[in-house]
């Protein structure tokens, strides 16, 4: 319940004890009369709703309130006594209307698009910007010179590392030509690739061959 909703029962009870003859109340007293008033009309409320749904109605009427406080067993007569034959000693003033709390919007611009002359100003006015007006998604394409060498280069590195691994996970390597002789779960994450002897390792500087 809202704070001022609050303060108008605080105050009704408040009342409604001096004019019952207490002089003074302690404050646990007055807020726990002040629950069980609150507890007491929002049940009538909803016992009042229930009844109008029961009716085929959604709007509650003078007589869905009767009938909830005939089910909870209070008399109405009553009641209306008490309100025409009470001694108002003080009137509870109306409380003043709260000012909306105002949503902060996640994206907003402050500069909004006017409205057209054939539009009336009655309309309501542009929503922001970004929510109508096409936004490119993607990004300006890097052409800076230092940038993309250091991008080719990091490619290469993750290609030659990427190439090393496959290598070595799929050549007939030695078993015994390992980086950790007694650890076999280590030799899967640090594999080796093996060098195959050749019987005449120096035909590959006599021969030429095309580069590319």
Known sequence: MALSRRKVLYMAVCATCHEAGFLSAEEAVIETLTVMLQSLICEI???????????GRCEVIPNDVFIALIEMGLNVESILNFANNRNVIFRIPTPGREPPQKQPTILHIDQTRPLHSYIPNHFPPFPDAHSYIRTPTQRQPITEYEAIRDKAASQKRDLEKALTRYVAR??????????????????????LISIKPSNLPFLDALLSKDQI
Do not use: V
């Not at 909803?46 to 009716?55: G, I, L, V, Y």
């Open 45 to 55: 409320a909803r016992t009042s709703q229930m009844f109008a749904e029961h009716n």
């Open 170 to 191: 799929t050549c007939d390597s030695n078993p015994d030509h390992s980086l950790f002789a007694n650890n076999a779960s280590l030799n899967k994450i640090f594999p």
